[in-house]
């Protein structure tokens, strides 16, 4: 097999493992898909969402403190490497390029998330730290979600 190292994307491996815990919990809370844009470095991130308004203080709190519980359970964040139809009974392929090969890198974080990914990652959650949102904003259709570690 391919040295896969090489083709990971240089992400800071704890903001990058928060930005998955973090869309799915957007997923579970609002049923609206993972995000469709992220932008991902060490001192803040943001994702972009395919959204009908902006959230609501309170929202953003249960966002936060849904996160933080996630990171908080010291789960192991694994890899595993199925094959292409077997990914797709798992997780959707939508996003995963036409050339990602037969064998599809899965990343779960615990039992809360599983998401093709070609990334780099912690190896537990306790290695995060806390997650804070530091704003948001919505404009035609799309909600920005900004967020750092503290």
């Known amino acids: 097999m391919e040295d896969f190292n090489a083709n990971k994307k240089d992400y800071n491996p704890e903001m990058h493992s928060a930005e998955h815990i973090l869309n799915q919990t957007m ?4 049923n609206r898909g993972r ?11 943001k994702c972009d969402y395919r959204f009908d308004r902006n959230l609501t203080p309170e929202e953003i709190e249960e966002i936060e403190n849904r996160v933080n519980e996630v990171i908080k359970q010291n789960a192991d964040v694994r890899e595993e ?17 036409e050339d990602a090969g037969e064998m599809i890198r899965l990343i779960r974080i615990g039992d809360y998330d599983v998401c093709p990914c070609s ?12 997650f804070k949102i530091y704003s948001t904003d919505y ?10 570690l503290v």
């Open 27 to 30: 997923v579970r809370m609002f």
């Open 119 to 130: 990334g780099v990652h912690v190896s537990n959650t306790k290695e995060i730290g806390g």
């Open 81 to 97: 490497f199925v094959t292409r139809e077997e990914a797709g009974k798992i997780v959707s392929l939508s996003k995963l390029p």
């Open 35 to 45: 995000s469709i844009s992220q932008h991902i470095e060490k001192k803040k991130s």
């Open 139 to 148: 404009n035609e259709g799309l909600l920005r979600v900004r967020f750092k």
